[in-house]
């Protein structure tokens, strides 16, 4: 495996690429071109900066968070046709540029939702929180104004003030998919992109919906094992493949995220690694990386990902807000890096056991 971290470009992170750089062990960074909207295509010229960059600071750019897709391939509008031919040209170029990673969602209107920013833990440090009571209570648009004031204006990913301003449009969308069309419209489009997956060797990693539960009545499908595998079997090609996030994935309790990433051997080709702190079922929020401060086994999910000989790029995902630091909601720096230190202190101590055995 490869250690990265999440970065948001010059423009827009409060992180930098010098500090990643010095966290031991991180060799690479995920990001992706920020000032592009879903659906656009990306210029060769500006991959080839963006890598730049990173290499001029000592990291590699170790693949793509996200290539968004636009909603009307999720929804199977007469304009997909355009959008994934714009999305084929995006992928040739990232090829072009030596670059294999390509992370998404499917994830209709919203990405990632949770409804607290700053949950204050009992060691005083902040995190995002989720309970199921909150979104019961909301309707999205309040949801998104209550978002907004509370970053202080930093984006959110996935909740660009471009998509939000149109959110009444994309449900409208929305009206008539249900999971079986989504699954549908997710096939489509994947067997239209696989070619070109093929002749660059782009590992297509799509990320589960979080929280694995439709929200707001939408459809959600990539949320357990059973979807992920029919997704895997639907379009059988090892370029098909997942981003294993196990703070998405772990936020339905039913989901055995060891078990999971074994059937997923030859097709995780991108590991997101956090835990999360169960209240109640539908009340989590989103501990330290460590195994005793959440409820999942994180020895338990490494061992897994070493087990199926996991070789792509892995990131430590939402931190804690600790140290008095200000920045992004789970996308600062302090905890973040803590988190890939605790994962490469796994990592080296299974590797190291493996080989004596
Ligand atoms: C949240 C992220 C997601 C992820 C997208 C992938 O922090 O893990 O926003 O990047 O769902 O497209």
């Given at each position: 495996m490869q250690m990265t971290l999440r970065w948001y470009g010059s423009?827009?992170?409060?992180?930098?690429?010098?500090?990643?750089?010095?966290?031991?062990?991180?060799?690479?960074?995920?990001?992706?071109?920020?000032?592009?909207a879903p659906g656009?295509?990306?210029?060769?010229?500006?991959?080839?900066?963006?890598?730049?960059?990173?290499?001029?600071?000592?990291?590699?750019?170790?693949?793509?968070?996200?290539?968004?897709?636009?909603?009307?391939?999720?929804?199977?509008?007469?304009?997909?046709?355009?959008?994934?031919?714009?999305?084929?040209?995006?992928?040739?170029?990232?090829?072009k540029a030596d670059i294999h990673m390509v992370c998404y969602n499917f994830m209709p209107v919203f990405d990632w939702t949770r409804t607290e920013l700053a949950r204050v833990r009992p060691?005083?440090?902040?995190?995002?929180?989720?309970?199921?009571?909150?979104?019961?209570?909301?309707?999205?648009e309040d949801m998104f104004a209550s978002i907004s004031a509370d970053t202080n204006g930093s984006i959110m990913p996935g909740w660009e003030p471009e998509r939000m301003e149109k959110i009444k449009d994309l449900?409208?969308?929305?009206?008539?998919?249900?999971?079986?069309?989504?699954?549908?419209?997710?096939?489509?489009?994947?067997?239209?992109?696989?070619?070109?997956?093929?002749?660059?060797?782009?590992?297509?990693?799509?990320?589960?919906?979080?929280?694995?539960?439709?929200?707001?009545?939408?459809?959600?499908?990539?949320?357990?094992?059973?979807?992920?595998?029919?997704?895997?079997?639907?379009?059988?090609?090892?370029?098909?493949?997942?981003?294993f996030c196990s703070g998405s994935y772990g936020t339905n309790l039913n989901n055995d995220l060891p078990d999971m990433i074994r059937s997923l051997k030859g097709r995780i080709h991108f590991a997101h690694v956090r835990n999360l702190k169960f209240n109640s079922p539908t009340d989590f929020e989103e501990?330290?990386?460590?195994?005793?401060d959440g409820t999942f086994d994180m020895y338990e999910i490494m061992l897994a990902l070493y087990d199926i000989g996991f070789e792509g790029p892995i990131r430590p995902d939402h931190g804690r807000m600790i140290w008095d630091e200000v920045a992004m909601p789970g996308y600062g720096l302090y905890d973040r890096a803590l988190g890939a230190t605790y994962l490469n202190g796994l990592w080296e101590a299974i590797v190291k056991s493996h080989s004596r055995k």
């Open positions: 423009k827009f992170d409060t992180v930098t690429l010098k500090q990643i750089r010095q966290i031991p062990g991180v060799t690479g960074v995920i990001s992706t071109l920020y000032d592009s656009e295509v990306w210029s060769l010229e500006d991959i080839l900066s963006l890598k730049k960059e990173i290499e001029d600071a000592g990291l590699q750019l170790a693949g793509i968070e996200s290539v968004n897709i636009h909603d009307a391939i999720k929804t199977g509008a007469p304009e997909r046709d355009m959008y994934i031919d714009n999305y084929i040209t995006t992928l040739e170029n990232l090829g060691d005083g440090s902040t995190v995002l929180a989720y309970t199921q009571e909150a979104v019961d209570k909301l309707n999205p449900f409208a969308m929305y009206e008539n998919i249900d999971d079986e069309k989504l699954f549908a419209n997710l096939k489509y489009f994947l067997e239209r992109i696989m070619p070109t997956c093929d002749k660059y060797d782009i590992n297509m990693a799509i990320h589960p919906d979080d929280p694995a539960w439709s929200v707001f009545g939408l459809p959600r499908i990539i949320i357990n094992k059973e979807n992920i595998l029919r997704m895997m079997k639907m379009v059988d090609n090892p370029h098909n493949g997942v981003t501990s330290a990386h460590l195994s005793s």
